[in-house]
């Protein structure tokens, strides 16, 4: 499968090689509180983060794609994803400010071994909310003459961000 990351603010994306399928999930949080006179602690909820997506990719450069990418598009593409997880700063009258990090859009895109894509345009999954981290690994040998890479793995963590809660119904 191919993956494909865009970037929802300036709409700049790149298709890298999925190497395995995502990994996700959500963390509850139940704190304990000591009740006197008994042995068991008192658990509640408190809240639940929000759900998050890991993915493991390879950016390759042309001999492995079999494009025109270069060495040097690896070392741009890792650059590029690994910005993705800091916010922007704006420049105002009274100082600077943080705006919040560019929201993205993650799709699993089919991949052909042979022959013409499958249909290539359309995402079969796709995840949409904040990259929370990005780990690289340099795999491969090295351009010589630029001392690029010709491959990375790179991890990628996506915090998702799912549709606003419409209304909230009681238990009990």
Request: aromatic share 6%; hydrophobic share 35%; glycine share 10%.
């Amino acid at each position: 499968m191919k993956l494909t990351v865009l970037d929802t603010v300036t709409a700049a994306s790149i298709t890298v090689l999925m190497q395995e399928q995502p990994a996700y999930g959500a963390r509850a949080t139940y704190p304990e509180e000591a009740v006197r006179g008994t042995s068991d602690p008192h658990i509640g909820y408190s809240h639940t983060e929000g759900q998050t997506v890991s993915f493991q990719t390879m950016i390759c450069s042309s001999l492995e794609v079999g494009d025109t990418r270069t060495p040097q598009n690896v070392i741009e593409d890792i650059a590029w994803l690994q910005s993705l997880c800091y916010p922007d700063y704006q420049t105002t009258a009274d100082g600077g400010i943080a705006t919040p990090p560019h929201k993205v859009t993650i799709s699993m895109l089919p991949m052909a071994i042979e022959g013409p894509p499958l249909d290539a345009g359309t995402p079969k999954r796709s995840w949409t909310g904040y990259l929370v981290d990005v780990q690289i690994a340099e795999t491969g040998g090295y351009d010589l003459v630029t001392g690029s890479p010709f491959h990375a793995k790179a991890t990628i963590t996506m915090r998702v961000v799912g549709p606003r809660l419409a209304g909230i119904r009681w238990i009990g």
